[in-house]
């Protein structure tokens, strides 16, 4: 045979060696693909079809193709007024107070003291907590009358209020328990990049005679940045979502003053008995997700390119 015929044959076999290969790779995924598809795909096509029907109470599709659900949300005020803005503040109030005390921890649990393992399992304690039961644990310490905090405060002459009983109170209330929920995994992942920083990078900011301020400012934040943008993240779709801390604590209570979009879709599907409405707060929720992590990815993109 010759030197042609042989490279010809040679030239035949790779491609359909890349063809078997790839039939291959894609029957390994497929398994894959059909959980994610279980998953995610069918309840959020089944969301949004529900959200343009009429739904009955006991279950059930009664029309399809109606603007019912979106008129009745968008022309209510206690949601557009009330829970919409109240889950933003919600949010963001939890991760930026979460964010501020969980770098300072990390620092500290990254250096070299006598009890760090201690320290860190602490930190670790309120992660380990069932959300439920650190909701139920938070509530006794806020109670009015026989809770903890109102006792410590009456030891030294102060009197207490009516923590999750009062508008101006509540809702700082549930902030302060959703932070005590999300400092452990903030910390720790900010720790694990914080020991990912090579100890010559330190070195040779002190040799430079960086201060501590400028080594944090210049050296550790910026390189702490991934870690921190996926824990912003991570933590947002988690507090947003987060539904114990509240309905455990206060159930959207007193008079609404805690109600985030979650309890108020809960309430409309359950107690309301309007299916649909709790349907088309769902999309929005999962819209508003959606265009907040792609936002603040394209701000880190741009901000990792400057």
């Not at 964010?99 to 003291?113: D, G, Q």
């Not at 960086?210 to 507090?239: C, E, Q």
């Not at 108020?264 to 819209?287: D, N, T, W």
Request: aromatic letters at 10%.
């Amino acid at each position: 045979m010759s030197d042609a015929a042989t490279k010809a044959g040679k030239s035949q076999a790779v491609p359909r060696t890349r063809v078997r290969d790839t039939r291959l790779g894609l029957l390994c995924l497929l398994p894959a693909a059909l959980l994610l598809a279980a998953v995610f795909v069918y309840p959020v096509l089944s969301t949004i079809i529900d959200s343009f029907s009429k739904l009955s109470p006991f279950g059930g599709r009664e029309a399809v193709g109606t603007l019912t659900n979106w008129r009745s949300v968008f022309h209510d005020s206690d949601f557009l007024r009330g829970a919409l803005p109240r889950t933003v503040m919600w949010t963001v109030g939890v991760v930026a107070v979460t964010v501020l005390i969980s770098i300072p921890a990390a620092l500290v649990l990254n250096r070299p003291f006598r009890g760090r393992k201690w320290a860190r399992a602490a930190v670790l304690l309120p992660w380990a907590v069932p959300l439920p039961v650190g909701a139920i644990l938070w509530k006794f310490v806020l109670d009015g009358q026989i809770g903890t905090l109102n006792g410590l405060l009456a030891a030294t002459g102060i009197a207490g209020p009516v923590w999750l009983a009062e508008a101006r109170t509540a809702f700082p209330a549930v902030i302060l328990v959703g932070v005590w929920v999300s400092v452990p995994f903030t910390a720790v992942t900010l720790l694990a990049g914080l020991q990912s920083i090579g100890m010559d990078i330190h070195e040779a900011a002190e040799m430079d005679g960086a201060d501590g301020w400028s080594h944090f400012t210049k050296i550790t934040l910026p390189l702490l940045r991934p870690m921190l943008n996926v824990a912003v993240v991570l933590n947002t779709i988690y507090v947003f979502n987060s539904f114990p801390i509240i309905w455990v604590l206060t159930q959207g209570g007193p008079a609404g003053s805690t109600d985030v979009l979650i309890t108020y879709l809960y309430k409309a599907a359950f107690r309301l008995s309007q299916p649909g409405s709790a349907q088309a707060m769902g999309v929005i929720s999962f819209l508003v997700l959606i265009a907040f992590s792609a936002l603040y990815l394209r701000l880190m993109e741009k901000e990792e390119r400057a």
